[in-house]
């Protein structure tokens, strides 16, 4: 038997609300923010991503580990070419480094790397 139903992510960022935003509209999921803190939710799940804002956020520096990503998230999508566009037209960076050909790495508005992949 489960205790919970799913869990829920709380992901380090300098602007909760710009970073919510940003994967709330990638995902098409609800958006709700508060002074330093922002959620999104998937409508039909209740599955949900939190933000919180943090003072001194220093970001990833994906590949290397100097400081490392500590997380990231996988965004499955079903073709990587029409997506790409999409999310660089959230905000997001496509990342110099590629070490697949079934993903292809971005970095969010905040510098946390994620991939798209073929779902």
């Known amino acids: 038997m489960a205790i ?14 710009a970073l919510g935003t940003f994967y709330g509209t990638l995902l098409d999921w609800s958006v709700k923010t508060s002074e330093g803190w922002a959620e999104i939710r998937d409508r039909s799940t209740g599955q949900c991503i939190c933000f919180q804002q943090v003072d001194d956020y220093s970001p ?3 590949p290397s ?12 999508v079903e073709d990587l070419d029409a997506a790409e566009p999409q999310v660089l037209a959230l905000g997001a960076t496509r990342h110099e480094h590629q070490p697949g050909t079934s993903f292809r790495v971005f970095l969010d508005p905040a510098g946390h790397p994620f991939c798209l992949c073929v779902d």
């Open 4 to 17: 919970a139903r799913y869990p829920s992510f709380v992901i380090d960022c300098p602007d909760a609300t």
């Open 65 to 76: 580990q100097e400081v490392p990503q500590q997380m990231h998230l996988d965004v499955m």
């Open 60 to 62: 990833p520096q994906w």
